[in-house]
């Protein structure tokens, strides 16, 4: 168990709709990653947020959105969603948002399936 | 801007025998570079991570991967493969400024047969 949690597990829903996909860190640690796995993408790294703020941004869509609340957890909203828009969503945290100097403690993922 | 390939999407062996698995990155000066596992229905761990020094990296679970500047390489080895280690396993790398997120490669998925 990293410690990261991720819910929902699974999500079905149907094009045009929004979702949001909750992450909750590992006790103390302040930085919280945001990854898309699809199987011809590959990992594609959305956003990053440090302590409540943005810290960088990948290759996340407009209709995307995240935000990092007072507590530390963190929200994917996606909006307008597309059948392409199916995939394995990660979340990821570590302590200081420094990636060269330690490692990402990984939850399970939220398995979206748009219909 | 920094780039990770794995040319094998998927790899089989035979339990027991040894492990290689290929990596290549882009960057042009010498990168912070890792390995991960995802097994099924898990999130992904690491494995090693290689930042300067011993350009031979020892890891968790008996692996080990070795840095080649002269081949912008980073081939994860283990010497005898476990069932257990049927997984994917992702390649990654961070620039020299330490800050910017992981990229990772696109994985190559490992099955072990008896």
């Known amino acids: 168990d990293s410690g990261v949690t991720q819910t929902p597990k699974h999500l079905i829903t149907a094009t045009g709709q929004r979702v949001t996909l909750r992450c909750s860190p590992r006790s103390g640690d302040l930085s919280v990653y945001w990854y898309q796995q699809s199987l011809d993408q590959g990992l594609q790294f959305l956003i990053q947020?440090?302590?409540?703020?943005?810290?960088a941004k990948g290759n996340i869509l407009e209709r995307f959105s995240a935000q990092q609340f007072p507590d530390l957890h963190s929200e994917l909203n996606l909006s307008s969603l597309e059948l392409g828009d199916s995939a394995l969503y990660f979340c990821a945290s570590s302590r200081s948002g420094a990636p060269a100097n330690e490692k990402l403690f990984f939850g399970s993922g939220t398995q979206l399936s748009v219909l | 801007a920094q780039s990770v390939t794995q040319p094998d999407i998927h790899i089989t062996v035979s339990e027991g025998a040894s492990l290689e698995l290929r990596c290549n990155y882009s960057?042009?000066?010498?990168?912070?570079l890792f390995w991960y596992v995802q097994s099924p229905g898990q999130g992904l761990q690491l494995l090693l991570k290689?930042?300067?020094?011993?350009?031979l990296v020892q890891g968790i679970k008996g692996f080990e991967a070795e840095f080649k500047r002269s081949q912008s390489s980073f081939n994860l080895r283990k010497p005898s493969v476990h069932w257990s280690d049927a997984a994917e396993y992702f390649c990654?790398?961070?620039?020299?400024?330490?800050?910017?997120?992981?990229?990772f490669g696109k994985g190559t998925r490992l099955s072990v047969i008896a």
């Open positions: 960057y042009g000066a010498t990168p912070y």
């Open positions: 290689y930042f300067s020094g011993d350009t």
């Open positions: 947020y440090y302590n409540g703020e943005e810290r």
């Open positions: 990654a790398v961070v620039g020299a400024s330490g800050n910017t997120p992981l990229v």
